[in-house]
């Protein structure tokens, strides 16, 4: 096991962080979030997502968020979206960088909640998302795999059943005469353990050896850090992370954001493991997201002398 | 590297938890916290520390706390000690199960600011703790050597100066004719990483082959948790933890606690090793924390759907 020489830091705070919020946050504010973003080095920032408003209604600006963003030179700007619809709603915004994403889960009764789909319709559905792609002159970069490491719906799947569906998304882009580079596996619900983490990345890369893996992990439990650990002794080399550790509501039971920006840039860097992100910066990024949120987040390097 | 089958945790949050409040906890709030983390089923709690009232205020009901608490069966109580005298102090009072530690530090402004003695004149005492030691009958159990893994003040040592601080340690516990079999290894200012901290733990042992290594680490930065991995994964099976993760304060820039006890039980035990603690109860035991402190603590497990 060999940790990697650098790590791809792929913010999502500016959506996943306030998807769940109680409060209001003003379209002026998501900008600004977005544009403190823009400074702290980082590449990748997810500044929305393509979702109903009568169901997320914090992401009922996300139009207004795309048009009025400040881009800024080298950065990559992404929407989150569930289904082809979506993607062809970002896309028809003429300002992101999105690449092709498929979304699934492993969880039949996650998949319905979040998506309204049951897991084999969202295989089923692959060659209407590559139609989409197309459209806009794109390949298929990845599967977002939500509850990867188990779901508070239906327990832990054993590996087998997690390969299962990555291998046939897979077969589904290859019939239609395409490749899928990536697999982001999502620990949806925070329950994934380090010795857990490190066995399915082991079988995903041994199953599909050309197979990109790169995570997407919660701090639900408290385990988020441990695990962000164990991908890093496989050589995982790219997280999706929240600035602040924002997402969920602290005040909310059972919800808990992604595991923090800065504290995995911190712990990356602070070994020798480069992340291009300014710390100062993207410390200063937090502490706006938690004038924001008006409540202390979970991040730590921001509330401590560093 | 193997993981450990059991951990042993060693509760400090009535302690580390209260000692840095700005607000007053009562002395039957303190009562009421001991009472429910005897009902996790964790064997050794902290409940108060020997230390000056005017210095630390919260402490200032130490003997009271002591005279009131209800013990528990198969559970050991102490109380933390800096000097020769507030061991003595503490065992005046004849409720108390303290071994023989012995504390120290490597950094010289830290142990001066906390100790108010040098490094040199904290080894030269050794006879005097083992004096004090004997006069109640006990053996020197080990040495708490916080800032192991640097110091705000200081920055990082290199493992040399850390292994000399043990080695002084070590000779004059057996120049008067004992032994010291445990070294606890603290990050006081949550400085350290995984990977420095298996480098240290590997050379402690490498060093001393017969000393045990238990470890005392806070999450200032967010690396905690990943540190409790570390240290499992380097087969370290005794750990000083605080319930909620209480310690430090939320609002107080540069304090954070120790890692959370509820949450690292949880991580040990979903990956098959026993830590004998029931997480409902450690659950319970920091939701009636945080009502106490009034304020979210940084746990994380007990704010989940578990």
Known sequence: ???????RIREVGAREGFQTLQTVVSTAQKLELIAALSETGVREIEITAM????????????????RQFVRKPGVRYTALYLNPRGFVRAE?????????????????????????????????AIPEWLTAFAS????????????AFGCNYEGSFPDSKVLQVIRSSIEKVE???SQLPEVCLADTMGR????????????????????????????????????????LEMGVDCFDTSVGGMGGCPFAKGAAGNVCSEDV?????????????????????????????GTPLPGKLYKSCT
Chains 1, 2 share one sequence.
Not at 272 to 289: E, H, K, M, S
Request: aromatic share 6%.
């Open 1 to 7: 096991m060999t940790l990697p020489t650098s790590v």
């Open 175 to 177: 019939q239609a005469g």
């Open 192 to 231: 994934a353990t380090p010795e857990m983490l490190k066995r399915l990345v082991g079988a995903v890369r041994a199953q599909f050896p050309s197979l990109y893996v790169s995570l997407h992990l919660h701090d639900t439990r408290g385990s988020g850090m441990a695990n962000v650990y164990a991908g």
């Open 265 to 293: 840039a911190y712990l990356c860097e602070e070994m020798g493991i480069a992340t291009n992100v300014n710390l100062d910066a993207y410390c200063r990024a937090a502490r706006l997201a938690e004038r924001i949120v």
């Open 51 to 66: 979702v109903r408003a009568d169901k997320v209604p914090q992401m009922s600006d996300a139009e207004e968020v795309i």
């Open 92 to 124: 028809e915004t003429n300002r992101l960088d999105n690449e092709g994403w498929l979304y699934g889960a492993v969880s039949e009764t996650f998949l319905k909640k979040n998506a309204n789909v049951s897991v084999a319709e969202s295989i089923q």
């Open 136 to 147: 806009r002159g794109k390949k298929p970069q990845g599967l977002m795999l939500s509850t």
